[in-house]
């Protein structure tokens, strides 16, 4: 079994930091691509970045420049750095992940999100 568990969201003043960490654990032999998603209330769930194992990475246009999404694979964990918030960014931001399992299965994991809420 493969779980993700997210960290790191919270309240933030318009202007400021927050960062998510989202850590993999279980039966994996390799991860490949691991990515953050956000879902707004009473909108999709829409694509925040990716980063591969090479490390190649892609971001929405609404976050670039903003956000920097990063990987530590010794530890099986991503990372989203998300400065210059603004209250658009309010969401719940979820954690993704395609795993090779040691059963040599690839699967798709979700974490279970985490708030953050930009506001004043």
């Known amino acids: 079994q493969v779980q993700l568990v997210e960290s790191g969201g919270g309240l933030v003043q318009p202007g400021g930091s927050l960062r998510l960490s989202c850590a993999a654990s279980g039966s994996i032999w390799s991860i490949n691509v691991m990515g953050w998603y956000r879902q707004a209330p009473g909108k999709q769930r829409e694509l925040v970045a990716t980063?591969?194992?090479?490390?190649?990475?892609n971001y929405a246009d609404s976050v670039k420049g903003r956000f920097t999404i990063s990987r530590d694979n010794a530890k099986n964990t991503v990372y989203l750095q998300m400065n210059s918030l603004k209250p658009e960014d309010t969401a719940v931001y979820y954690c993704n992940a395609a795993i090779l399992t040691i059963a040599r299965v690839t699967i798709d994991v979700w974490g279970q999100g985490t708030q953050v809420t930009v506001s004043s």
């Open positions: 980063i591969r194992s090479n490390p190649n990475t």
